[in-house]
């Protein structure tokens, strides 16, 4: 068995995903917008694409998730979190890639782009324009292009990077 697996979230799951966004995420993005264990529970129940990372090795610790929603036949990611251990220490970061979860169709974000290509969709990621790792991950393991910036979008001021994964359809149009 691979030492990383992703699953569907629970209920159970909720106290953990409440510390990322309020302890473990605290002065970025994902922490602008709290949710509260009923607004948890609404999204583990409704959006069709919500996976949690579970380190094997651990006691099944849930280390991140990512949470996306579906639009027509494309993935919109709503949020992408890795705990700072599993970010920053390099044993852990080496085992998140390609060998630790056993495969490529097991990692993360690619479910989330094979998700999308068997609807005839795409992946559409927004992402903090200064989260220089996120957007490295797009670009080279993922094949992401930029598609645009929106300027002053965070209540903080930072701009919003728009990064599309191109999986058969045509880029989506200005809006």
């Given at each position: 068995?691979?030492?990383?697996s992703?699953?569907?979230?629970?209920?159970?799951?909720?106290?953990?995903?409440?510390?990322?966004?309020?302890v473990?995420g605290?002065g970025?993005?994902?922490?602008?917008?709290?949710?509260?264990?009923?607004?948890?529970?609404?999204?583990?129940?409704?959006?069709?694409?919500?996976?949690?990372?579970?380190?094997?090795?651990?006691?099944?610790?849930?280390?991140g998730?990512?949470?996306a929603?579906?639009?027509?036949?494309?993935?919109?990611?709503?949020?992408?979190?890795?705990?700072?251990?599993?970010?920053?220490?390099?044993?852990?970061?080496?085992?998140?890639?390609?060998?630790?979860?056993?495969?490529?169709?097991?990692?993360?974000?690619y479910?989330?782009?094979?998700y999308a290509?068997?609807?005839?969709?795409?992946?559409?990621?927004?992402?903090a324009?200064?989260?220089?790792r996120?957007?490295?991950?797009?670009?080279?393991?993922?094949?992401f292009?930029?598609?645009?910036?929106?300027?002053?979008?965070?209540?903080?001021?930072?701009?919003?990077?728009?990064?599309?994964?191109?999986?058969?359809?045509e880029?989506?149009?200005?809006?």
């Amino acid at each position: 068995m691979a030492r990383y697996s992703l699953r569907n979230p629970t209920y159970e799951d909720i106290p953990r995903l409440q510390h990322f966004e309020q302890v473990e995420g605290a002065g970025t993005e994902i922490s602008m917008y709290l949710k509260s264990e009923d607004e948890w529970k609404h999204v583990i129940d409704s959006y069709e694409y919500f996976k949690v990372c579970v380190d094997n090795e651990e006691n099944d610790l849930v280390w991140g998730y990512i949470l996306a929603a579906q639009i027509e036949n494309s993935l919109w990611i709503r949020e992408i979190f890795f705990c700072k251990e599993y970010r920053d220490d390099p044993e852990k970061r080496k085992n998140i890639k390609l060998k630790g979860f056993g495969g490529l169709d097991n990692l993360p974000l690619y479910g989330a782009v094979k998700y999308a290509r068997e609807r005839g969709g795409m992946v559409i990621a927004p992402i903090a324009s200064d989260n220089v790792r996120a957007i490295s991950a797009m670009l080279g393991a993922y094949g992401f292009k930029h598609d645009r910036t929106i300027n002053n979008w965070f209540p903080n001021g930072k701009h919003l990077a728009i990064y599309i994964e191109n999986t058969g359809t045509e880029p989506y149009q200005d809006v």
